[in-house]
């Protein structure tokens, strides 16, 4: 597939998203960028703002087979992963497929589940397999988690584990719509009643899974000049030095920093990576997987801003 195709192809996918989803084109963006870089993206926003249903748009443009686990305290990791149960007609095992067994996993409101049944979604996230009573299952090359969380719930919830925050390629805070596009929110949902479902608002499969791998394809064979490789990895050692960081980002994080690069590259038609699309990505990518000194955080001082001055003194190649 050429640059132009996975260009076509992207603005193909927004157009149909945009039928039902008003605003949010960041997230979107983000989504397609993790989709053609084979990453796991986690949406945080206020309830309300579309963060299921965009996911659930998104799995119907691209002809994805769709599951969904509403996460919840009492939720067990056989509940995800499936489980080997005793058939008496046949006096035998049988493996009963859980949820997990997709090829998009909205995993929602993942943090109000214990950090044990979290960890149930590590190896397919890594690995894309699956291992139930020792017998290791494959799951699908186009396997994709995107996670939701809402900031605001104080009660009953269950913070991430470090390890999990940083299997996500992305993590996302969506905000409330600005007041025109709220408006039309209201004027085209606000007839409808239950909850919005994607097929009824014309959004069909656009896209198959060939030309998804593909454009994956292409994606992963656009070079990285080796000055837009050092800026990526001096990047991402720099929060490790940082002052008001008291964790910086793995050696992951820069792998997936410039794999996401370089899907931003072919979402903008450049066989190339610039230095811009490592800055546009980085606080995305970064976000999760630093955490603040304890004087930072006394201060109040949000992460996002430490990472725009992290952006600003590390010298950028021209």
């Known amino acids: 597939m050429k640059l132009e195709d996975v260009r ?4 193909t996918i927004r157009g149909e998203i945009a039928k039902a989803i008003v605003g949010q084109e960041e997230a979107v963006e983000l989504l397609l960028v993790a989709l053609f870089s084979s990453g796991h993206v986690l949406l945080e926003g206020p309830p309300g703002t579309a963060k299921t249903f965009l996911v659930q748009c998104f799995a119907r443009v691209l002809g994805l087979d769709y599951g969904r686990i509403q996460f919840t305290p009492d939720l067990m990791p ?3 992963l499936g489980s080997n149960l005793f058939n008496f007609q046949t006096s035998q095992f049988t493996l009963t497929h859980g949820p997990i067994f997709c090829e998009l996993l909205l995993a929602d409101e993942i943090n109000r589940t214990p950090p044990k049944t979290q960890a149930a979604l590590l190896e397919a996230m890594q690995e894309r397999a699956v291992t139930i009573d020792g017998d290791t299952h494959r799951l699908s090359d186009r396997f994709m988690v995107v996670a939701t969380q809402n900031p605001i719930e104080q009660q009953g919830v269950y913070p991430l584990p470090e390890a999990q925050l940083d299997r996500f390629l992305f993590k996302h805070q969506m905000d409330y719509p600005s ?6 929110i209201v004027a085209q949902h606000g007839a409808r009643f239950g909850a919005p479902r994607a097929e009824e608002w014309g959004i069909e499969a656009r896209v198959s899974n060939q030309e998804v791998a593909a454009a994956v394809a292409a994606v992963a064979a656009i ?9 990526v990895v001096n990047l991402v050692r720099a929060t490790r030095e940082a002052p008001d960081l008291e964790t910086g980002a793995s050696p992951r994080a820069a792998a997936m ?3 996401a690069a370089r899907a931003r590259a072919a979402l903008d038609g450049r066989d190339y990576v610039i230095p811009d699309d490592v800055k546009a990505l980085a606080p995305s990518v970064l976000r999760h997987r630093v955490a603040l000194s304890p004087a930072a955080e006394i201060e109040g001082r949000p992460v ?3 990472i725009d001055r992290l952006l600003e003194a590390v010298e950028a190649p021209r």
Request: net charge negative; proline share 4%.
């Open 8 to 11: 076509s192809l992207a603005g």
């Open 78 to 80: 056989a509940d995800i």
């Open 179 to 184: 007041a025109e596009q709220e408006r039309k």
């Open 223 to 231: 070079p990285m000049v080796d000055e837009v490789a050092s800026y």
């Open 257 to 259: 920093l410039a794999g």
């Open 304 to 306: 996002e801003t430490v």
